[in-house]
């Protein structure tokens, strides 16, 4: 699955187009965290409570989540530019919206178009780029860039919102992506193809529902336990629903004569255990970035300018990685470095289990986190080339739907999963050990399950 490593050099509007495409994907990453440190100021500038906040982000990851395989079809079947343009031009509005709320609704409404947009932009915007750019070094190339500005949008979102926030307020946020769209926008007509299926069957309208209703389920699930624990009645019901609507989902695909998502596909082992890979690398980096943050300020007491410090230095360090990540794929190939990617991120985490009440241990934290954060985007990058390999064009869309699904699912349960642990455990160090020491034994167990799985089906 590798690449030769010497990449071609991109034309004047090749490298448009990808800033295009990249631009979009990392406004989108970034609206995850911009808002998080300026929630206590929403609040009380809005008159939300607690409980209501938490919506501000449920809201916008409800829809996002949600919507993605099926945006991602349908973009496949009625044209990926059109809906890319179109979620690119919701989204500006949205963002808006949410700049001038004024009062919980208005602002909560902007948050869920924001999402709906987002989950228009993200498959296209990924299938977009996998069909602009040959399988080979220039795809290679175009998804190491693709996945470094992903993972550098959360980052920076946190040290961003922190300090739009103290200079102007929590609207500037907001605001922020509304300027986004506005440099992105009028460029993409003239620069992105229209690409879609040759043919155009039918929308596998039950399979959508079932589809969009089970993850939404799930989602909602996940993101209310993050704040109030699993033992709510509407989490249990959500998770049993959620369970219930993709297992008919399943059943309802293996009978549709033209099915939302092909099922050979999903038993492709690249895809199977690709997206697995990449699942286990989001849910659990992005636990990690969570629990540091509380430990960084309320154990070792720093800032929040002094955290963002921390988490800017991981920044650098991801970045880099994405720079050299399409050669090591180039030389190594994508399955052994997914594989030592999720190696490396394990054993990082697990050096985290030294972190003490000392001020001493803020180094221990800053090497750790970034030196892991460079195999993470190796994991990120290698995975989506695993499971969008050797894919006809035609199901592009539905190959990259089924990748930024995995993304976006795994931030979403990442920290409901195991991040509770931390802030339910009564000690907040004890509880940070508990949870890199799970986190470190996931990746490291999915580390060794993606290497036999995709062993067993090179041999095959």
Known sequence: MGAPSGAPRLSTRDRLVLFVLCAAQFMVALDFSVLNVALPALGSDLGMTDSTLQWAVTAFAL????FLLLFGRVGDLFGRRRLFLTGLALFGAASLLATLAWDPAS???????????AAAIVPTGMSLLTTTF?????RDRA?????????????????AGGVLTDAFGWRSTMALLTLFVLVVLPLAPGLLPESRTPDRPRLDIPGAVTVTAGLLSLIYALSTAADR?????????????GVLLLAAFVTVESRAAAPLVSLPMLRRRTVAWGNLGGLVTFSMMSTVVFVLTLYLQQTLHLSAFETGLVFGVQGVLSAVAGVRAPKVIGRFGARR????????QGALIAALLGLDAHGGSVWLATAAVSLASMCHLGAIISYGLIVTSGVPDEEQGLATGLVTSTQQVGITIGI??????ATTSGDLL???HTVMALDAAIVLAAAALVALGLRTGRRA
Do not use: H, Y
């Open 143 to 159: 998804l190491g860039i693709s996945g470094t500005l992903l993972s550098l949008g959360f980052t920076v979102g946190m040290v």
């Open 416 to 421: 409901p999963l195991l991040g509770v642990l």
């Open 337 to 344: 470095t997914l594989v030592g990617s999720l190696t490396g």
């Open 229 to 241: 624990g699993f033992g709510g009645a509407d989490v249990v019901a959500g998770l049993t629903a």
């Open 63 to 66: 829809p996002s989540g949600g």
């Open 107 to 117: 602002f909560l409404a902007g948050r869920a178009l924001q999402g709906l947009g």
């Open 430 to 432: 004890t509880g940070v």
């Open 134 to 138: 040959a399988e080979g070094p220039a």
